[in-house]
């Protein structure tokens, strides 16, 4: 599968031209400067949280969920590895296969990524309080995120 426009031959690019098709030159972007305290307490915020979420959720909230650390991790080993262990505790798990799959299904840089808010979101239509997942994280940083939607 071709990921961007550079991979395609001069062939094809004529070909798709011909139809219409505007070919953009691929250009690449610098990864973001992960910084790891952020990271380190995004992973203890979602290990608090997802012990709140049922992993045998509906797909939609399994992949947001999955989505949202994806993002806040920046695709990092450590974030799908919580994403697959929360995931394995649930009846429906397939296997890291699966797991894996999906993971690899997002991208960093959508336009409208998932981020922590959306996970306070998730937790609080079921009923969680976010103070909770902050203290029991350990991890003042994150209460503030849209404080008002918490009264």
């Known amino acids: 599968?071709?990921?961007?426009?550079?991979?395609?031959?001069?062939a094809s690019k004529e070909f798709l031209e011909r139809f219409g098709a505007v070919i953009q030159p691929h250009v690449h972007s610098e990864a973001p400067t992960l910084d790891p305290d952020e990271i380190s307490g995004a992973?203890?915020?979602f290990s608090a949280g997802l012990k709140r979420l049922d992993p045998d959720c509906d797909y939609f909230t399994w992949f947001r969920a999955c989505a949202i650390i994806f993002n806040e991790s920046h695709a990092s080993g450590e974030g799908y590895r919580l994403f697959d262990s929360w995931s394995a505790t649930g009846a429906k798990y397939k296997g890291m296969r699966?797991?894996?799959?999906?993971?690899?299904?997002?991208?960093?840089?959508?336009?409208?990524?998932?981020r922590m808010g959306s996970f306070q979101y998730m937790l609080k239509?079921?009923?969680?309080d976010w103070r909770e997942v902050c203290a029991e994280a350990e991890y003042e940083e994150f209460e503030h995120i849209n404080n008002e939607n918490t009264k």
Do not use: F, N, V, Y
């Not at 699966?98 to 998932?114: F, V």
């Open 1 to 10: 599968m071709l990921e961007h426009a550079s991979q395609l031959t001069e």
């Open 43 to 45: 992973m203890r915020i």
């Open 98 to 114: 699966d797991t894996k799959a999906t993971w690899k299904s997002c991208r960093l840089g959508h336009s409208r990524p998932l």
């Open 125 to 128: 239509a079921q009923g969680h």
